[in-house]
């Protein structure tokens, strides 16, 4: 059976970049298991599952999941799994990666399993991307160097912090992620004039934000040779 990791965000996820790709494998009939970084839950971003902000449909369905699937509410640490017994790492966005997922040493291990090592995909999703800036090879170059990504861009940045880069619940944003992965080497381009935005390189695909959350799990099934 095809496997796959979700290495999700005890900070803050964002429910849809999250719930679409874990369903959508589920259904797909992907044995899905969910690591954070200590293995306590994640945690679900609330403007994620506000009707305002995401509709009343999608902010249900989030909550309905975030709540009641066991593999977000008991997930493994993940510095006890291993992602070369899975055959896609998926890194789910949101601004709480910042400060857990993308600094997190196992996690990029996991992504230099799963991208530099030839054995698997990986999917990272919107501010997840900023993992590449601080992911490298063996021999000190960054992994996302010279490929084409997609992420976060600084444009839907700019409508979310203030001029201190302090976000809506008070938290200081520490960087910002399409300046991070493009002085990391990255061949940047989130395809603004697009409705969504997924780019693959190799083994490594990227999506832009919650938008482009349905056509990212759709990508990487196709790319795990998985039929829809």
Request: one cysteine or more; proline letters at 5%.
């Amino acid at each position: 059976m095809t496997s796959a990791l979700f290495i999700v965000s005890e900070e803050g996820y964002w429910g849809e970049e999250c719930i679409e790709p874990l369903t959508t494998l589920s259904e797909a009939g992907v044995d899905v298991t969910v690591a954070t970084p200590t293995g306590g839950p994640p945690v679900v971003d609330e403007r994620s599952v506000d009707p305002e902000n995401v509709g009343e449909e999608t902010a249900a369905r989030v909550r309905e999941v975030d709540e009641n699937d066991d593999r977000l509410n008991d997930p493994e640490p993940l510095a006890t799994v291993d992602a070369t017994d899975y055959d896609a790492v998926v890194f789910p966005g949101g601004h709480g990666t910042e400060w857990d997922v993308n600094q997190d040493r196992y996690a990029r291990q996991a992504l230099l399993s799963a991208v530099g090592g030839g054995q698997g995909k990986a999917l990272v999703v919107c501010h997840a991307v900023g993992i590449l800036a601080f992911t490298r090879e063996a021999d000190g170059s960054h992994l996302v160097e010279g490929r084409s990504v997609t992420g976060f861009p600084n444009e839907w940045e700019e409508g979310i912090v203030d001029e201190q880069d302090l976000m809506p619940d008070g938290r200081k944003l520490p960087y910002w992620v399409e300046d991070e992965v493009k002085a990391a080497g990255a061949d940047w381009d989130a395809e603004l004039d697009a409705d969504t935005s997924v780019t693959v390189d190799g083994d490594l695909i990227t999506a832009r934000g919650p938008g482009s959350s349905s056509a990212a799990a759709a990508t990487l099934l196709d790319e795990l040779g998985i039929d829809r």
